[in-house]
Each structure stands twice: as structure tokens, then as C-alpha cells.
């Protein structure tokens, strides 16, 4: 069944707009094309981990340090520390009393009850965990380091790698002078504010990629 589902006209639509069918069809029933999805949190993180290559694709195994039932003994994860692991986000322990914060800010299922469906829902909690948590600064980080030591490449191959990174796409020359742009500005608006100048490249760079990771076109599957 599950073959039959993906492998049907329906589901290999893309999600590229018609008018023409728009107008026969603006609530899309009919499946004229592919409903945009936002990425579980699970694809999310990984996909995080792996565009800066941390992701640890490493099979099987727990990472609760204690036997089964045995973690029960109070209202707190006594070991929060397990949820910076880089292994893949099927093998974070969930926790009833302590999820993981990335978790809990985009829509992971309630683990005291039943759920046959997980809710999904379009909140600035979301947009602002993208924009100031220290995991997804700390991949735009790496990303950003990885990028200035590529010395063969200039710029705008720095930014054309950027993208291709993050959407799987070449940006357009537009794109890439708004990228170049709000690195220009970024780095006199640090300059000014103090930062030391042997700091303005990898932060410049870091806050570009943060960005460009916080957008719609990386969180949701076209």
C-alpha cells in the first residue's frame, strides 16, 4: 500500500502553483498539487546536524545511561546533558517530564497520551528558537567556519555553496547580492558596536547562515 501511495501520480506532484487549476480548484482537493510540509522536528534536526556535518549516523543503541523504568524516580530528566548528542533524533530518549526543548517548540507529541496525529501549527516560539538557540548558532557556526576555510573559493562561491547547501538549489544573481549585502552591513554594524576584527568574518558569516537556515524554504518540503 505504502508503495502505491508514493509512487502515484498524486503524491509525486510538486508543489508549483497553477492559476488555472487554482481557479477550478483553490482548496487543492482534488490534488492538483503537493500540499507544502513542514519538516517533522525529528528531519529537522538531523538535517541541521547533517548540513554541518555533525550529524553521527552511527546504528542502534540507547542513550539513557540507566536501565529500563529506572530513570522514573522523579519530575526531571536527571541527565539533560544526553539531548546534545549529535546521533540521529530517533535515538533521543524521550523523557515525559523533560522533553527536549527543540521538541517541544515544534509540535512532538504529547508522550503522556495517545496521539494518532501530531498537530502542527505556525507559531513565533518556532521562529524565534531558529533565530536565538544555541544549537541551531552553534550548526551555523560550523557551517560558517567550514565555508571561510574553503580558500578556493571567493564570495559568491561562498554563497553559491551556502545555498546549495541549505535548499539544494544555485541562488539567483539577486540572491546573491542581498547575501553579499547583508554581509556588508552585518560586519560594519559589529565593527561599530566593538567586535574585534579578527572576529567579523565568522560571525558575519555565521548570522548569514542562520538566516538562510531560518527561512521557509529550509524548514518545509516544496
Sequence with gaps: ???????????????EFD??????DPENRLLWRFHRLRMDVE???????AISEQLD????G??????????VTSTENKNPAIYGSHRRSIYLPVVRSSLFQLFTAFDFADPSTLAGQRDQTTVAPQALFMMNSEFVLEQS????????????LDQPARLRHLYRLAYSRDPSEGEVSRAAGYLDRIRDAMAQAGV???DLDLRSWTSLSRAV??????????
Excluded at 500500500?1 to 508543489?15: G, K
Excluded at 540507547?62 to 530513570?71: G, I, K, S
Excluded at 537556515?213 to 516544496?222: C, D, Q
Design 196 to 198: 574585534a576584527e579578527s
Design 43 to 49: 528531519a529537522l534536526r538531523d538535517s541541521l546536524l
Design 141 to 152: 557556526r560550523i557551517i560558517a567556519q567550514r565555508l571561510l576555510q574553503r580558500t578556493d
Design 19 to 24: 492559476p488555472n487549476a487554482a481557479l477550478k
Design 1 to 15: 500500500m505504502h508503495r502505491r501511495v508514493v509512487a502515484s501520480s498524486a503524491y509525486r506532484q510538486s508543489t
Design 213 to 222: 537556515l531560518s527561512a521557509n524554504e529550509f524548514i518545509y518540503v516544496e
Design 57 to 60: 549516523e552511527t546504528p542502534g
Design 62 to 71: 540507547t542513550l539513557l545511561p540507566t536501565a529500563n523504568r529506572a530513570y
